[in-house]
């Protein structure tokens, strides 16, 4: 009979992996040496993630939770803002958390799983905070703070996109020597040219 699945392993072997991204690039994640570290035998932690693709879109899903609660948290201290002030706090903690836990997401901005029997329910998770980002975007339209005719579902993949750019720039120091210490200028410029018009509220 086969054994029945430990789902506190599984998630042991989930902690691990978070712990090796906090240092090190996806690439250098290792399924040898996190079975080591969770105590099982190399093959046995294939018995809970078939893959290191399975695990990480496992760890996708956790970080863009995580995400999601920051991004919510920081929408919920702008209620009462204008749509386009509301974007711009989106844009601001897209950016705070990628630098924050720089390898989390770099693996979150990865092309999806190579399969295409992603159910509905995922892609839903995986495409949450784009159509926030459009909600927005239709906000600020609506309430004027942003002009218009704009299509929201392009300038929310542009806007994505763009900022994810910009902060693969700046931790690379392919922006100007200026800027290697302080992205903030760049963002509130981005914003100034994605959201039109000067300035935008902090």
């Known amino acids: 009979m086969a054994k029945p699945p430990n789902p506190e392993l599984a998630s042991r072997i989930v902690q691990l992996a978070l ?6 690039p996806p690439e250098a994640v290792n ?6 570290k969770a105590g099982v035998s190399p093959t046995a932690i294939y018995y809970y993630f078939a893959s290191k693709e ?3 879109e496992r760890i ?5 939770g995580e995400l999601e609660a920051a991004i919510g948290r920081v929408l919920e201290g702008a209620a009462g803002a204008s749509g386009r002030d509301k974007l711009a706090a989106l844009c601001r903690a897209f950016v705070a958390f990628s630098l924050s836990r720089p390898h989390l997401a770099e693996l979150l901005m990865e092309e999806l799983p190579p399969r295409l029997d992603l159910d509905e329910e995922a892609m839903e998770r995986y495409y949450r905070i784009h159509d ?16 218009g005719p704009r299509d929201p579902d392009l300038e929310a993949s542009v806007g994505q996109a763009a900022l994810w750019g910009l902060v693969a720039q ?13 992205i903030d200028p760049l963002v509130e410029r981005f914003l100034e040219l994605f959201l039109g018009g000067k300035g935008v509220s902090q």
């Open 19 to 24: 712990a090796e991204l906090a240092d090190k």
């Open 31 to 36: 399924m040898r040496s996190l079975a080591a």
């Open 54 to 56: 399975a695990l990480f």
């Open 60 to 64: 996708k899903f956790e970080t863009l």
């Open 132 to 147: 926030q980002a459009r909600s927005l975007v239709e906000e600020a339209l609506a309430d004027g703070s942003m002009e």
């Open 170 to 182: 700046f931790k690379a120091t392919r922006v100007h020597p200026r800027f290697w210490n302080d």
